[in-house]
């Protein structure tokens, strides 16, 4: 039974969903819990809110990701609270929820570079039942990511810092889970301003290598919005 003691100190904490794309397909990172309660559960990385050490609940996040995953996410915004007596049962709860984006070699060379992080990447569509609230907060965030995916320039921070066309145009489909105009796509990121050509930068083989892009230094630094959704392929 949830703890009803009226002088128990509220739980407060932290918990992110950190997105990653990987073989294509959207990804989030979990981990199990090593201590009751749920011992052994797949859960997000999460922890407690340090008073006397976070100015507030972003450093708060931001230095929980650092310690689960090694990583500091170059995308991390706040998601929402979720507070109640019934979502920890050790007593009333606060989870100050955000979400992030990281490109996956990231989390890759900190995984090589410090094993002792344990955390796995898992398919967005095979999310396992998780910890506490953890599911409520993992599918609010997804639905926050794929609405605003439909209008801004959000799914660049799931790329490398420099990348082809056909890379950014892909990772669009793949967080939104739909199909893009590639003309219309093209056009669209085009009028919006955000890219622009890395100089003398391509890959692919001899014949037509494809031109390398990167996000431009002022909009890499807030999220630039579309004055309009992106078009879909009916």
Not at 2 to 17: A, F, L, Q, S
Request: aromatic content about 8%; glycine content about 6%; overall charge neutral.
């Amino acid at each position: 039974m949830p703890n009803t003691d009226p002088d128990r100190t509220i739980i407060v904490t932290v918990d992110v969903v950190l997105f990653a794309l990987l073989d294509k397909q959207l990804h989030v990172v979990l981990s199990r819990r090593p201590n009751e309660p749920f011992a052994g559960q797949w859960a997000l990385p999460g922890g407690y809110v340090h008073k006397l050490e976070d100015a507030d609940s972003l450093v708060a996040a931001l230095r929980v990701l650092r310690s689960k995953t090694g990583i500091t996410p170059p995308y991390l915004e706040q998601l929402y609270s979720f507070a109640d007596g019934a979502r920890d049962p050790r007593g009333w709860s606060v989870s100050l929820s955000y979400f992030a984006l990281v490109d996956h070699a990231v989390l890759a060379s900190a995984q090589a570079t410090a094993p002792g992080f344990g955390f796995d990447l898992v398919d967005v569509n095979a999310v396992p039942r998780l910890s506490f609230d953890h599911n409520r907060i993992f599918e609010t965030a997804l639905k926050r990511l794929r609405d605003k995916s439909s209008y801004s320039t959000l799914p660049c921070y799931l790329l490398p810092e420099q990348f082809t066309f056909a890379q950014v145009h892909e990772t669009y489909e793949h967080v939104m889970g739909v199909a893009l105009d590639k003309s219309a796509f093209r056009r669209k990121l085009t009028e919006m301003d955000v890219l622009e050509e890395c100089k003398g930068q391509r890959v692919g083989g001899a014949h037509r290598p494809a031109q390398l892009f990167k996000v431009k230094a002022d909009v890499a630094n807030r999220l630039r919005l579309l004055d309009r959704p992106l078009v879909v392929n009916q």
